[in-house]
């Protein structure tokens, strides 16, 4: 003699019937169809694109670059993605956007490599500072100036210009590389006192007020 277990709920027609009313709660609530929502994700960029054409609304890609360099610093400080690398097109940056520029000290920064002379409007492929020069002036005011805090940086292939009334590139870091670089108009051009392992190759530092490299 076979003995079948049959469950507490009902059957009728081969569909289950809820016994109860919390039964009957039960299946209502496991019957509403699975819903999955997709949520954003944002992917972390070790290398980030400057144009004077793009915005910082965008997302610092090649198709999509940002305005200001301030910008891709900012974003470079808060992922923690390996090496960082900001490429900056071709073009003067001099407007009221175009401000101080501050690398901070910061434990998501990888030996940050900021670098001009790359093509407009090329996806970012060629990089030649001579045959794609890019210039950065910023707007007349104390304070605009670049400030290096954290070890390991490297500027390349910009030209910097500024208003005589602070110092151009202030270097409170060691080992910052300043590489193809130009300074002019500020009162020194770079500051780096009680700074160890600057290295200054090819770099030129002219018409400022004070001196050239202040150490």
Do not use: W
Not at 39 to 55: D, F
Not at 182 to 211: M, Y
């Amino acid at each position: 003699k076979q003995t079948h277990r049959l469950s507490a709920t009902r059957c009728h027609r081969g569909r289950a019937v809820p016994r109860n009313r919390q039964e009957r709660l039960a299946v209502v609530r496991s019957s509403r169809p699975l819903v999955v929502e997709t949520l954003e994700i944002r992917l972390a960029l070790s290398t980030l694109h400057v144009a004077t054409t793009g915005s910082d609304l965008g997302s610092g890609t090649a198709l999509d670059p940002y305005r200001t360099i301030a910008r891709a610093v900012d974003q470079a400080a808060s992922f923690n993605d390996g090496n960082d690398t900001i490429k900056v097109a071709e073009g003067t940056y001099d407007t009221a956007l175009d401000g101080t520029i501050d690398i901070p000290n910061s434990l998501n920064i990888d030996n940050l490599m900021l670098q001009g002379g790359y093509e407009a409007g090329a996806g970012f492929a060629n990089q030649d500072p001579t045959l794609f020069p890019t210039f950065y002036r910023p707007a007349a005011g104390p304070g605009d100036q670049v400030i290096v805090q954290d070890d390991a940086v490297t500027i390349g292939d910009i030209n910097f210009s500024f208003d005589g009334l602070d110092d151009g590139i202030v270097v409170a870091a060691d080992d910052v590389k300043l590489e193809g670089i130009s300074v002019t108009g500020a009162r020194n051009g770079v500051f780096a006192s009680g700074r160890s392992g600057l290295q200054l190759v090819e770099s030129g530092a002219s018409n400022n007020a004070l001196d050239g490299v202040a150490l």
